[in-house]
């Protein structure tokens, strides 16, 4: 994957509306063959890069590179990338087939390829048998794979997804997930996905763009964003997560609720304010004799896997994960190993907004 | 009505007619159950009936009945052969009315009608090449001045029709503004009134926005992703309107038709202002009939013969376009 070239790349990318600020200077890179995605909250600016990208939008300042070209300019007919719209935008006044066959009759093919072409792509989207149908009458799910067809018939070198799991029901949406990213690996297509779903970020991606009000906040591989998050932020809005204010001693020692832990992070100042990061997974209880620090189990919800309990302690209400569960109102030691203790440089404004 | 015509078992008919009407009403809101809120349904129901369905069967009387109240089809007869009555008694008195030139003036109404639906024809045709156009641009969503347009369009409205004919009078008229104007560039004169192309300009004015409105409403509710979703897939601007925006807003289109080209059928007074009596169009034709003429069994005949073509024309166009909202409107 890393050996696969560049194909697309926004060069330093804002984006204004009538001096509102929705993209603030955007570097990124696109590899071939790469399944990347674009997470963040609602308004974070992620479906404006993509419509940037589209050649829907085009950007106050920056350059957009597709393949070596700037295409920053070029209308989205010109491009050789297609996308699926949020909600589908499936042309109603239109069959199923003739939906798909959109493209290739724009692009004035001939019948019987279109024909042997869309077929195809029906077949792959489990939708053989409903060339004929009108697209209102197919539920959310055969629609958006009319979509997902539609564009994908048209060979494109790029698919821009826009949240087209969204309008969809839990499992279908686990199902759908699987077959994108199945689709993806067997077709070769670089699929640049826009998400405000961590979840499915993390399992489908390569790469995962966080964004944050019109800005990156850190790119990755899902792995690395998850146990390596830049900020408080990315934490908060990748998996579950303990943040709380502390202090560096020294390098590798850290004071938190009070205590000094040991850690494997080094280079910060003497006494610098830093955010600590532990996951609810990597808290450990254990006898309260053993703890490094002590407190009360105020709550237990048993969420299948695991039990989450909420627990008093050093000051600190944690929330931690186990198999084991603890009794509501007893007291018990928590521990964490120096690995899976995360300093990060702390973000005044993230917190402000915890 | 100058004096009752109408005989006993006449109003027993009419009578007869409502009542099943009435009954037919009660039946379909006792079988769709929601008789509380059908409750509020009937102060609608009671106009509809007193000021639509009964006319609508008073028109239906007249025009298969006589003066004297019996029933006879010598309405319709009047109509393909206008002058039929004074024919009949010329042949009687022994005289041939062929000979005396009368054979084709009988098709009088039949002109009328065809010359009718012709310009109604000329006045959809136009208000949609206009129209589209502009509700095409009001709806854009990048152009800042399409609600003031909107309202432009609305304001007109506000004034009486009647005024706004007559207001293009002053414009058209000999010694009007246009050919004042024209002569004090030392132009000669036009004679832009009393002729059809008058009537079909003050006819586009006043049906325009029935065209513009309906196509504007389904321009503007159309999702734009569907127009970027076209250009996704490699149409540009003009394919897109071509293959997606175009047969989208069909609705509105079968919509703004059906707006423009009922009135138009029965326009009346227009024709008269601007046409100067050298055109008379359908709506005229019953107007005189019942009002110059006083001759309500003729008048009701060729009511009846108008809105038999409108439905036939409006079933044409349910035809084109199923779906369309001009359809649910018969």
């Known amino acids: ?354 | 009505m100058t004096d009752m015509r109408v005989p006993a078992w006449g109003w027993w008919l009419m009578g007869l007619g409502l009542a099943g009407f009435v009954a037919m009403l009660v039946i379909t809101i006792r079988r769709n159950r929601g008789v509380r809120r059908s409750l509020y349904a009937w102060p609608y129901t009671l106009w509809m009936v007193v000021f639509t369905v009964l006319p609508l069967i008073l028109i239906a009387y007249y025009a298969f009945t006589d003066k004297a109240g019996s029933f006879t089809l010598e309405n319709f007869a009047n109509f393909w052969d206008s002058n039929r009555a004074m024919k009949n008694d010329l042949v009687r008195q022994g005289f041939d009315p062929v000979a005396l030139g009368m054979g084709a003036r009988g098709t009088v109404n039949v002109g009328t009608l065809v010359y009718s639906l012709w310009m109604a024809f000329l006045c959809t045709a136009i208000s949609l090449v206009l129209g589209y156009p502009a509700a095409h641009i009001m709806a854009d969503r990048e152009f800042k001045l399409g609600a003031t347009i909107v309202v432009l369009f609305i304001i007109p409205m506000w004034m009486n029709f009647l005024l706004r004919t007559i207001a293009w009078m002053s414009l058209l008229e000999d010694n009007g503004l246009i050919n004042t104007l024209l002569q004090g560039m030392g132009l000669p004169k036009l004679r832009l009134m009393y002729n059809s192309q008058a009537v079909l300009l003050g006819m586009v004015y006043n049906y325009l926005p029935f065209m513009v409105f309906p196509i504007y409403n389904s321009l503007s509710r159309q999702d734009p992703r569907l127009s970027e979703a076209a250009m996704d897939l490699g149409a540009n601007k003009w394919t897109t309107f071509l293959r997606v925006t175009f047969p989208i807003s069909m609705p509105g289109i079968v919509s703004g038709i059906t707006m423009v080209f009922m009135p138009s059928v029965t326009t009346f007074f227009i024709p008269r202002v601007l046409g100067g009596g050298n055109t008379e169009m359908f709506g005229d034709l019953i107007e005189r009939t019942f009002l110059t003429a006083d001759d309500w069994n003729v008048g009701s005949a060729l009511s009846l013969i108008m809105m038999v073509l409108i439905l036939l024309s409006l079933g044409l166009l349910r035809k084109v376009d199923p779906e369309g909202e001009g359809g649910s409107l018969i």
């Open chain 1, 1 to 354: 994957m890393q050996e696969q070239p560049r194909l697309i790349t926004l060069e330093n990318v804002s984006k204004e509306y009538d001096g509102t600020v929705v993209l603030t200077d955007i570097n990124l890179y696109v590899r071939k063959n790469e399944f990347l995605t674009l997470l963040g909250p609602s308004g974070c600016g992620k479906t404006t890069t993509l419509r940037i990208i589209g050649g829907f939008e085009v950007p106050t300042s920056g350059k957009v590179i597709f393949g070596g070209k700037d295409i920053t300019n070029l209308p989205p007919y010109k491009r050789p990338v297609n996308t699926v719209f949020q909600k589908y935008a499936l042309f109603p006044h239109l069959n199923v087939f003739d939906n798909v066959a959109f493209g290739m009759n724009v692009a004035k093919r001939p019948k019987d390829e279109i024909a042997s072409r869309v077929q195809k792509m029906l077949d792959l989207v489990n939708l053989s048998e409903y060339g004929k149908r009108r697209v209102e009458s197919l539920s959310g799910g055969q629609q958006q794979r009319v979509a997902i067809a539609r564009a994908l018939v048209n060979e494109p070198e790029v698919l821009l997804l826009d949240e087209p799991l969204a309008a969809l029901d839990l499992k279908l949406r686990k199902g759908m997930q699987l077959e994108l990213k199945r689709m993806q690996q067997r077709l070769g297509i670089t699929f640049i996905f826009v998400t405000h779903d961590q979840e499915e970020a993390l399992t489908m991606s390569d790469t995962i763009v966080v964004m944050r009000e019109g800005r990156i906040e850190q790119i990755g591989p899902p792995k690395h964003i998850y146990d390596e998050p830049r900020s408080a932020y990315v934490a908060n809005f990748i998996g579950e997560s303990n943040i709380i204010r502390g202090r560096m001693v020294r390098d590798e020692l850290v004071n938190f609720c009070g205590t000094n832990f040991t850690c494997v992070d080094f280079g910060f100042p003497k006494d610098a304010p830093v955010d600590v990061l532990i996951r609810p997974e990597d808290m450990l209880i254990v006898g309260e004799d053993v703890g490094q620090i002590v407190g009360t189990v105020k709550s237990v919800l048993f969420k299948g896997v695991h039990y989450e309990m909420i627990i008093d302690a050093g000051g600190f209400t944690w929330k931690v994960h186990s198999t084991s569960m603890q009794p509501e109102g007893s007291r018990v030691g928590l521990s964490v190993v120096p690995f899976n203790i995360h300093i990060m440089r702390p973000m005044e404004e993230a917190v402000a907004n915890d």
